[in-house]
T-cell receptor, first 115, second 116 residues
């Protein structure tokens, strides 16, 4: 049973560039959430996708956008990268969108470094 | 608004000693509560969760936590620490119902060190 998989595992970008991170949910899950974990901090909620639509959004600027595909996989896009965007980006999958409080299963994350 | 406070960013114990990691939450209604563990260069693994059933919740790896509504606390304990318990631990809350169901609010984490 494949868990949540994220790619790439590490990424180095320059300020002003754009980046795309990818996530495949755990088998059987249909909801994907993204979290940003800065060094020494707890994860912070970016947004959640269900039925290919953004259902919830945290306090992140519009430079952060996402997409969910019909196979439930998801992408996180960040435009105009800032040094402060350097963090571990975690993808979590669950079942049922906001209608159910099913447990989140996390991937191992993508470590983004912005120089 | 939901918030989680983890008292103590670092906790050190000897192998075999009691582990106590503290978590207090602020929520307008009793929330769902979770403890996650994060090993280096890995994602988060669910240790246990409270969803309004028994107030004492048992999780994996010998951990347990007790929900105390009067103290708005959900402290994590383990009677006897093992070297393999060394990791970062996060307490999180999720609101019951409403448009933010399923969204987790995390504390800043507690790094547990276990000495031989």
């Amino acid at each position: 049973d494949a868990g949540v998989t994220q790619s790439p595992t590490h990424l180095i970008k320059t300020r002003g560039q754009q980046v795309t991170l990818r996530c495949s949910p755990k088998s059987g899950h249909d909801t994907v959430s993204w979290y940003q974990q800065a060094l020494g901090q707890g994860p912070q909620f970016i947004f959640q996708y269900y039925e290919e639509e953004e259902r919830q959004r945290g306090n992140f600027p519009d430079r952060f956008s996402g997409h969910q595909f019909p196979n439930y996989s998801s992408e996180l896009n960040v435009n105009a990268l800032l040094l402060g965007d350097s963090a571990l980006y975690l993808c979590a999958s669950s079942l049922g969108g906001t209608g159910r409080n099913s447990p989140l299963h996390f991937g191992n994350g993508t470590r983004l470094t912005v120089t | 608004a939901q918030s989680v406070t983890q008292l103590g960013s670092h906790v050190s114990v000897s192998e075999g000693a009691l582990v106590l990691l503290r978590c207090n939450y602020s929520s307008s209604v009793p929330p769902y509560l979770f403890w996650y563990v994060q090993y280096p260069n890995q994602g988060l693994q669910l240790l246990l969760k409270y969803t309004s059933a028994a107030t004492l919740v048992k999780g994996i790896n010998g951990f347990e936590a007790e929900f105390k509504k009067s103290e708005t606390s959900f402290h994590l304990t383990k009677p006897s620490a093992h070297m393999s318990d060394a990791a970062e631990y996060f307490c999180a809350v999720s609101v019951k119902g409403g448009s933010t169901l399923g969204r987790l609010y995390f504390g800043r984490g507690t790094q547990l060190t276990v000495w031989p």
